[in-house]
């Protein structure tokens, strides 16, 4: 896709400040074995940006100067950073949650095999993308064979003791819709999901997470050579809900790009929103060491109404 995006730096959304920051969203790199159409990373096999050892380490000096209690693995796929174990390992040996964001497929690679083992003992968090139930959707949305992948890589994380109702490995789902829709209400697609994956594969998990498309990057360029993108914006604006804006996920949440830039959210990172800092224009991970952020400006864009449409979208699911 080579359509070009609207500007969406000027906006109405509301002013909104940073609350106190407890999760370091780190994106690994954008390689990924899958070419996903709502990807708003424009994540694919061919890409080579993978964050260095170097800038792992400077990850690992933020987290040891305290007070996040999650860190937050995405990529592209996560695992195909060749440091990321060794960055998983140690920031559970300072006591740091880890959530890593997997698409499943990741864990049927070649050199991956003992993916599932490594994630399990480590006590990972794992929150798997699964746009659908249905193979016919999936595979639609994320390319031919990922469905069963997707199947087979639950199939394993099942089998290492993740989403049993009784266990300690948590096993999240992700849902985002197929097209320029709002998500479905949240818990009732988890009661089906997990009557269908049960009935048809025994499969079990934690609990699901609806998230919203937004209009950037691939899933922005597929609406705009379709002539949805004003649609879906006009969407998003009309299901706005005010009383979402406490819970968005920038208030707590800080993101880092491969190079350890950092920003307000994952979404303004794809946009080259760097994150407000007085004195520094694009200011790195680096940069913020010993600095409260709590209270710090936002910066926002049109997309943001993505987050407070309807139910609200969040990395952790809906808001409402």
């Given at each position: ?25 780190v994106n690994l790199g954008y390689r990924c074995n899958q070419s996903c159409l709502h990807c708003h990373v ?161 499969i079990a998990f934690n609990r699901l997470f609806t998230l ?109």
């Open positions: 896709m080579h359509a070009t995006l609207p500007l969406l730096k000027d906006t109405d959304f509301p002013a909104i400040r940073r609350g106190r920051l407890t999760t370091l969203q424009n994540a694919g096999p061919n890409r080579k940006e993978m964050m260095t050892a170097e800038t792992i380490d400077t990850v690992v000096d933020f987290l040891q100067a305290g007070g996040i209690e999650t860190l937050d693995l995405t990529g592209g796929a996560p695992e195909l950073n060749p440091h990321f174990r060794d960055l998983v390992a140690r920031a559970r040996a300072l006591g740091v949650h880890v959530m890593d964001r997997c698409n499943l497929t990741v864990l049927n690679e070649p050199g991956q095999e003992d993916l599932a083992d490594f994630l399990a003992a480590h006590d990972v968090e794992v929150i798997a993308s699964l746009p659908c139930y249905l193979e016919e959707n999936v595979d639609g949305q994320r390319g031919q064979g990922v469905y069963h992948g997707s199947i087979e890589g639950l199939k394993k994380l099942n089998a290492r003791g993740y989403g049993q109702a009784d266990g300690s490995l948590v096993l999240d789902l992700v849902y985002n819709p197929t097209g320029p829709f709002l998500p479905p209400a949240q818990a009732a697609l988890e009661a089906d999901y997990k009557r269908e994956l049960a009935a048809r594969f025994g919203t498309n937004l209009p950037i990057q691939r899933f922005g360029s597929t609406l705009v050579s379709k002539g949805q993108f004003d649609d879906y914006m006009q969407l998003l604006r009309g299901a706005y809900r005010a009383e979402n804006l406490d819970a968005v996920m920038c208030r707590s949440l800080l993101s880092v790009d491969w190079q350890g830039y950092v920003y307000d959210c994952d979404f303004n990172q794809m946009l080259g929103l760097p994150l407000a800092v007085e004195g520094k224009a694009r200011p790195k991970l680096a940069d913020l060491l010993g600095r409260d952020l709590e209270g710090n400006p936002i910066v926002i864009a049109d997309h943001c109404y993505g987050c407070t449409a309807g139910q609200g979208s969040s990395c952790g699911g809906a808001l409402s």
